[in-house]
């Protein structure tokens, strides 16, 4: 199990960066028509908290690996 919470840690990790710090989630959107959606979710207050969650997820995933061997 702790290697799916790392995998996931990561990978969210991963996509929330790139939508933190590239147009990526711009273009996403603009792609799936959801444009609507463009001032709420490209926003600081709402990525930045998604970024410290999945930092800490994947803290805890490393601290319980290291944990059990």
Sequence with gaps: MANKLLVLGLGGTT??????????????LTALGLTGLLGTLYNDV????????FLLLTGYA????????
């Design 15 to 28: 996509l929330a960066i790139l939508c933190c710090f590239t147009p990526l989630l711009p273009v996403v």
């Design 46 to 53: 709402v990525l930045l908290p998604i970024l410290a969650g």
């Design 62 to 69: 490393l601290w319980r690996q290291k944990k059990q061997k």
